[in-house]
């Protein structure tokens, strides 16, 4: 099973940086950042009206999206429009993952091995095969109750 902290990680939205650690991030200035607030594009953290801002993890991708949208000659609204859509799609994908993956193994630095959930409907688990050096994905299926061999899944490919 993958551990409850890596589960936590693919769920969890609290982690928080200040703008200034942001700024340094993405390459966009403080002052950006405010417009971007102030035309509702980003969200700080609602805090004293003395503390700096600070940004939960989903607006920092947003922030780097939106630079990325910029930097490719997007408007500023636009540019936000499709990091929006594109945010949407990654929390779409993180919920699944954070369901789906029952395990991740890396082998010899070389091939990284998810597996995937149990499908009820075939009563067998995906195991998803990653080679680093070729960049080739492949899969197996096998039935639940089998235990995996991962020196076998790799002898397969």
């Known amino acids: 099973m993958v551990g409850a902290s890596l589960k936590r990680l693919l769920e969890n939205d609290q982690l928080v ?3 200034s650690e942001l700024s340094d991030i993405v390459g966009v200035s403080p002052r950006q950042l405010r417009y971007w607030e102030q035309k509702g ?3 700080s953290i609602e805090a004293d009206a003395n503390c700096p801002r600070k940004y939960r993890l989903p607006t920092v991708i947003k922030v780097e999206l939106i630079k990325k949208y910029l930097d490719d000659r ?3 609204s636009k540019a936000a429009e499709k990091a929006e859509i594109r945010q949407k799609k990654m929390h779409h994908v993180r919920k699944v993952f954070s369901k789906a993956i029952k395990d991740i193994e890396l082998i ?3 091939y990284t091995i ?3 959930g149990n499908f009820k409907e075939e009563n067998a688990k995906m195991y998803i095969i990653h080679d680093n050096e070729t960049d080739e ?4 299926l096998l039935p639940v109750d089998e235990k995996a061999d991962y020196e076998q ?3 397969e490919l």
């Open 17 to 19: 940086v200040g703008i």
């Open 137 to 140: 994905l492949t899969y197996k």
């Open 41 to 43: 594009f980003i969200r």
């Open 108 to 110: 010899d630095e070389r």
């Open 114 to 116: 998810l597996q995937i």
């Open 74 to 76: 997007f408007t500023l």
């Open 153 to 155: 899944l790799l002898k």
